[in-house]
């Protein structure tokens, strides 16, 4: 049994020796430092083998693939997003690839799907303020749009629309089988948007990202099918250029081993899988006259606005009673706040609030409401959710007197200081509130309160000395006393079926 065991040590020694031999040429026949992995991972018996191997991605094959032709940066790290140096204004091919294979959806086969290109912010930070930014921008630039189409250079699309208050997205419907080729422009640049601008400061990121749809059941484009996007920086004119070749200079001056840290500098840049955006799906479809989605027309419902037939804001008689039916409860649940935000033309921040009970909307403060909406919105909701009305330009007190009254001249200018009439009965008083100084608002504001038809009214008059009547004119109402007090009766006018008003 030992000499067994000794044989075993020999014979294994002996291969062992053979197999360092085999390798001993191997350093002397590539010299020194040449010797590296990827030379190894290069031959063709590796290559072979990768590909045989199966695809983790194999399971999931994008239906649709986009290309943007604009190189991305060298100065990107191996794990990082790739990111592209954009020209503002410049238009910039994006190819809309049919990446799907044999049987892969027949649904859409011989159909056309449609296309939302979007500009958005890549930071969090700046995606909870997109439209504090965007309005801000819009403020800056009325009458420019953030990305356009570059139709003349475009190829394949087709319906081609842009949204007013979307100043930011474009869309397009196109066929899968046909070449497509879509040209944007943008004109947004990075700075724009940073907190400080005395100049060298970073420009913020953006991303460019396509969301596809195909039709649904009632043939609108509402399924979604595929979203890419990839990150971009824009500069001025001919900056991205600069931008590029700094870059590349500086990647030349590192030394071979930092390069293998970096990503090559491609030719175009490839749009990668992700999420669709948030508000996608309720992006208006076909911009025709049917009912819109919820979120994008708050504009049809502004019930928290009184319109030109109210009664005061908020103070008087039934206006009252709808101020406090508008004012968010506490006990609110999610549904009601987000009902409530429509109603009251904050349909901007219901995404940001979709998690908000009424308390939790009531308990923001002003500075908290101001930095997540900004200085206007932000006021604005403060100002809702505490139920400030607007302050009217002038308050007057008035109670109609009574037919039966037998009260003298004297004692009726008396009673607009006192509270009982000569009989002991008390005078019950309407507050009357004008947001205008003018004449007819006054008899508009006494028909609504007192239930007499407007259109029943000629004219307002109010009882001077020795019982004169004067024709109340907007320059006496403009010189009102504030909070002043009035007895009103009515006099049956001469040839016509209508009323005048007499003050006193």
Known sequence: MAWVLKMDEVIESGLVHDFDASLSGIGQELGAGAYSMSDVLALPIFKQEDSSLPLDGETEHPPFQYVMCAATSPAVKLHDETLTYLNQGQSYEIRMLDNRKMGDMPEISGKLVKSIIRVVFHDRRLQYTEHQQLEGWKWNRPGDRLLDLDIPMSVGIIDTRTNPSQLNAVEFLWDPAKRTSAFIQVHCISTEFTPRKHGGEKGVPFRIQVDTFKQNENGEYTDHLHSASCQIKVFKPKGADRKQKTDREKMEKRTAHEKEKYQPSYDTTIL??????????????????????????????????????????????????QASGEQIQPSATIQETQQWLLKNRFSSYTRLFSNFSGADLLKLTKEDLVQICGAADGIRLYNSLKSRSVRPRLTIYVCREQPSSTVLQGQQQAAGSASENGSGAPYVYHAIYLEEMIASEVARKLALVFNIPFQQINQVYRQGPTGIHILVSDQMVQNFQDESCFLFSTVKAENSDGIHIILK
């Open 272 to 321: 990668t899988e992700c999420s669709p955006w948030p508000d996608a799906p309720t992006a208006y479809v076909n911009n025709s006259p049917s009912p819109a989605p919820t979120f994008t027309s708050p504009q049809q419902s502004t019930c928290s606005v009184p319109d030109s037939n109210s009664s005061s804001p908020n103070h008087q008689g039934d206006g009252a009673a």
